[in-house]
């Protein structure tokens, strides 16, 4: 084990980590600690949950520091680390770890993402800002609208490539990168490795280390898999039954539309079990407002689509459910890195119905495994012994 007095961070970072609870770095924090500190830049491979935040912002903000001032004077602030994560959510929690790792060190940082008004946003980068995180579409309109200057960025950390490349946000990026510095130390992040995102890699990391923390799309082995075989009609039933006959306080559901998402809340909120949903229609009060509900205990099951849960941090999560088989197998490990993180082990459990066969055959094929079947008691009758049962049944054996 490292601990993180023995990576060279400076006392007040030092002080931060332990005021936080941590003493032990996680593999990704050792291996990339080290190496951001002496300049180089870093291709790192490592899924959502492994503290790969923290093993680049600890880094930064010490880079950053050596020049760090007290000075009131915007022009003493510029912008000299920008990171760009996917979604607003991840932008959200990025940016209050750079806060709570660099509440000892004279750096401002700020957060621009969309959903909300462009004004106070300007106000806060006329004041001055060393660390910036943002989402790329709303950087740039910044730029567009030219209250933003990126010309003197030092560090520029790339988040979660393989989701801005599932979501289009490619191109963006691109653009971003063009207004950025030439001499600058560059951070490239992605849970997977596709050749497109190597071929991004290739176009702006000079020399990287390279670290992999998990193989590629690998679970975590503190997390269980549980299959149950239900048809599509019966599926909101079983989950209330199995929410409820396992008094889950804690429980993160994933849908495949936005519209699904919000009816199966409203549905199980009708049958006495509390619970939100979360999506791209919400908006960003809406969205934040239905987390701190759930992280809090006030609701306890969270209906989130895909792209709404990427970068969900939510502590200690026991249970994730695949509502919806993914049509993506490389999403399943996505949705499960939500739970069994830092030590704690936690279920992931889907409900298949027969029509959902080859979706779980590839998730199959993907994690090199079989997982668990199993029938709840009370829903066998789903797949009777008639000609369409049998070959239901065979779809899970």
């Keep these: 084990m490292t601990q993180f007095s023995q990576l060279g961070l400076s006392v007040e970072l030092t002080r931060a ?70 979604t607003r959510e991840l932008a959200a929690q990025v940016e209050e770890s750079v806060r709570t790792y660099g509440k000892y060190l004279p750096l401002r940082t700020m957060l621009i993402y969309g959903g909300v008004g462009m004004d106070p946003q300007v106000r806060a980068l006329q004041r001055g800002v060393d660390i910036l995180v943002a989402t790329p579409g709303r950087l740039l309109d910044h730029v567009r609208q030219k209250t933003v200057n990126l010309s003197r960025v030092e560090i520029f950390v790339l988040d979660e490539a393989d989701r801005m490349l599932d979501m289009g946000f490619i191109p963006d990026i691109r653009r971003i ?37 998990a193989r590629r799309n690998a679970p975590s082995d503190l997390v269980s898999h549980r299959i149950h075989p239900v048809t599509a009609e019966r599926k909101r039933e079983l989950l209330a039954h199995i929410i409820s006959a396992g008094r889950w306080r804690q429980v993160l559901v994933f849908t495949r539309t936005k519209h699904g998402a ?30 701190d509900q759930f992280k809090k205990g006030a609701v306890r099951v969270l209906v989130a689509t895909d792209i709404a849960a990427r970068g969900l941090d939510i502590d200690a999560l026991p249970y994730v459910v695949n509502y919806d088989m993914p049509h993506v197998a490389e999403d399943y490990v996505h949705r499960i890195g939500r ?17 959902e066969k080859r979706l779980l055959i590839a998730v199959e094929k993907l994690l090199a495994r079989r997982l668990d079947r199993h029938v709840v008691a009370g829903f066998e009758h789903a797949f009777a012994a008639n000609d369409s049962g049998r070959a239901a049944r065979r779809a899970f054996q």
């Design 17 to 86: 980590v332990t005021d936080a609870g941590y003493s032990v770095a996680t593999p990704v924090q050792a291996q990339a600690i080290p190496a951001i500190l002496t300049g180089r830049d870093v291709l790192a491979g490592a899924q959502t949950g492994t503290g790969k935040t923290a093993g680049f912002t600890l880094p930064l903000l010490q880079r950053l520091a050596v020049r760090g001032n007290n000075s009131y004077s915007p022009a003493r602030h510029p912008v000299r680390a920008l990171i760009l994560t996917p």
């Design 177 to 213: 990168m063009a207004l950025l510095p030439k001499e600058r130390q560059n951070l490239l992040f992605s849970a997977t490795f596709s050749d497109a995102i190597r071929h991004l890699a290739d176009d702006f990391l000079r020399d990287p280390a390279q670290i992999q923390i």
């Design 262 to 291: 919000s009816r199966l809340a409203e549905q199980l909120a009708r049958g006495g079990i509390t619970a939100t949903a979360i999506h791209g229609n919400k908006s960003q009060a809406q969205r934040t407002r239905a987390l």
């Design 339 to 355: 739970t069994g993180r830092a030590g704690t082990k936690g279920e992931a459990i889907s409900l298949v119905a027969p029509e």
